[in-house]
């Protein structure tokens, strides 16, 4: 059983910085692909970042490139994403997904596992 645990979340001023973290303590995913994706209020679940299997091959939505860094601790069984410079156009719910290949995919339906969630808001 993959199990998906989200935290960090919260309220931030813009210009700020949060890290999510997104632990699994169940079944190992080293051999699989991470993603963060987010949903905002009436708009579709968005890609936001991934990370293959092996943590050296990141991939990033334009928005978010320069600001967001995806990460992966296969022994603390852990996937983070650093954001920084957080913008008033980032606050959604963030969640966390496995994808049971090793390598990523930026579309939500090829992913199999899901976190519930973590909200992230941005203070203008």
């Known amino acids: 059983q993959v199990q998906l645990e989200e935290s960090g979340g919260g309220l931030v001023q813009a210009g700020g910085s949060l890290r999510l973290s997104c632990a699994t303590p169940g079944r190992r995913v080293t051999d699989y692909a991470m993603g963060w994706f987010r949903q905002a209020p009436g708009k579709e679940r968005e890609f936001v970042a991934a990370v293959d299997w092996s943590d050296s091959i990141t991939y990033y939505t334009d928005s978010v490139k320069g600001r967001f860094t995806i990460s992966r601790d296969n022994a603390k069984k852990t996937v983070y994403l650093q954001m920084n410079s957080l913008k008033p156009e980032d606050p959604a719910v963030y969640y966390c997904?496995?994808?049971?290949?090793?390598?990523?995919?930026?579309?939500?339906?090829?992913?199999?596992?899901w976190g519930q969630g973590t909200q992230v808001t941005v203070s203008s």
């Open positions: 997904a496995a994808r049971t290949q090793s390598y990523h995919s930026e579309y939500p339906e090829s992913y199999n596992y």
